[in-house]
């Protein structure tokens, strides 16, 4: 029988949008508009989000101009984590939670955006379905899927396709 070399890094998590408990790790993307992933990291589920991100954007720091808004979910509520996007000269925009007054509503629209994405990467990229069973393979597998969007998205970018997330030329 197959084992994981993983134990001890990866943890149990629940996954919100699927209503179940999963074993591995989180993945989470700084991409632009356009779906185009920028930075990345791996976590266990263990770790809240909030102190995920906060410590993505530190590690980018560098490369984060001022101004730039961020998108996020309603998970990413609170004074403290506005102040650490602040910090940073960033804007963050989520969804508004029904307990606070109207910032700027449901965001529906761009939420699909970061969605396709994601989709994409799961769908037709495989993510979900990686097979690494060592720390290095599965960032090796994960690093794999987001490069082979990025290379599409640069390639619908300089063939002036319409739809810079759509992978639909290249799945065969």
Known sequence: MKRSALAGLAGYGYC??????????????????????????????????????????????GRLRPGLVI???KGFAGREF???????????????????????????RFRQWIEST???????????RHGGRTLAGVWVRVAQRLLALAAGIWWNW??????????VAYDH
Not at 82 to 108: I, M
């Open 71 to 73: 998108l996020a979910d």
């Open 16 to 61: 919100k949008s699927h209503h179940r408990y999963f074993w591995g790790f989180r993945l989470y993307v700084l991409a632009g508009p356009d779906g185009l992933p920028v930075a990345w990291c791996l976590a266990t589920p263990k770790l809240g989000e909030r102190e995920v991100v906060a410590a993505l954007l530190d590690h980018e720091r």
């Open 118 to 128: 994601f989709q994409s990467l799961k769908g037709q990229l495989g993510l979900e």
């Open 158 to 167: 300089q063939t002036g396709q319409p739809h810079k997330r759509s992978l």
């Open 82 to 108: 506005d102040q650490v996007v602040a910090a940073y000269g960033a804007v963050l925009l989520r969804p508004d939670r029904a307990d606070e007054p109207h910032r700027v509503g449901s965001l529906g």
